[in-house]
């Protein structure tokens, strides 16, 4: 495994071989996913409270054309399901005291259980959370190489911290801000991922220009008209010349590095030959 891979618990069985996958499972009917598992298709897995927030805007544009298409798949579990009780709690008052609800041990511990069973390959768990390591391209990379992801989305103050030491769950973050819940943020780590599975956006090349492939933010991009309130695209681009097309892309991806993201640049700067 590399370092750009995310942790895989070591529970995770070796891969198997074929198409279809059949477990058995003593779960409601209701928690499974309506559609066979196809061996070999990148999957993401979502623990979360509010399953009819997914796919949203994955089922969108080429990302949802590739659901479709089954170059990826899309499984929700809906945490309720293993609530205790009547009324099916999840959470309870954090210990020590203080303001809010932690989601507890036991219903989390069972619906993992649930969610990886059967599950084989590389396959990490990621709980969504402001303290977890940045999302990055390096990141959705990794992920890309993966037979798939589980998703554990949090709510109120967070998760039991006994769950994410006995499963192995890496922390990830989508900045330093907090939201109301993981969806977001899971939502758009799927997003990421998904668009680097082949076939997903029809054009490999694509990926591999874009903003952090090169260690660089993109270079501006322009479209006709030619001209647009008295503004033209710039004569380099016009000209046919594609060495010199690619010289002032590379120019103008390390001139707005610099200027917008200097913690790139520095990284960026000590890769460069002197």
Not at 78 to 88: A, I, P, S, W, Y
């Amino acid at each position: 495994m590399s370092d750009d891979t995310p942790h895989t618990p070591a529970h995770a069985p070796a891969k198997s071989h074929g198409r279809k996958a059949i477990r058995p499972t003593f779960q409601p009917r209701e928690l499974m996913t309506p559609t066979p598992d196809l061996v070999g298709v990148w999957k993401a897995k979502i623990i979360t409270l509010f399953p009819t927030a997914f796919p949203g805007v994955l089922g969108e544009s080429l990302t949802g054309k590739a659901l479709q298409q089954g170059l990826w798949q899309l499984e929700t579990v809906d945490l309720r399901e293993f609530g205790v009780g009547k009324h099916r709690n999840v959470d309870d008052t954090p210990a020590g005291g203080g303001a809010g609800m932690v989601l507890r041990p036991d219903v989390l511990g069972d619906a993992i259980e649930h969610t990886m069973a059967g599950v084989q390959g590389q396959w990490p768990i990621i709980y969504l959370s402001p303290r977890g390591r940045p999302m990055d391209q390096k990141m959705m990379q990794g992920l890309a190489r993966c037979d798939g992801v589980t998703l554990l989305c949090g709510r109120f103050e967070g998760v039991d911290e006994r769950v994410l030491e006995h499963y192995g769950i890496q922390e990830v973050s989508l900045g330093d801000f907090v939201m109301t819940g993981g969806e977001i943020a899971a939502q758009a780590l799927i997003d990421a991922t998904v668009r680097l599975i082949p076939g997903v956006l029809g054009n490999q090349a694509s990926t591999e220009e874009e903003s952090f492939s090169s260690g660089l933010l993109e270079h501006p991009q322009y479209t006709r008209p030619a001209e647009w309130k008295g503004r033209p695209i710039p004569d380099v681009l016009m000209s046919g010349h594609h060495g010199k097309v690619a010289e002032w892309r590379h120019e103008m991806s390390e001139k707005i590095t610099r200027e917008r993201r200097p913690d790139l640049w520095d990284v960026h700067s000590r890769k460069k030959p002197d």
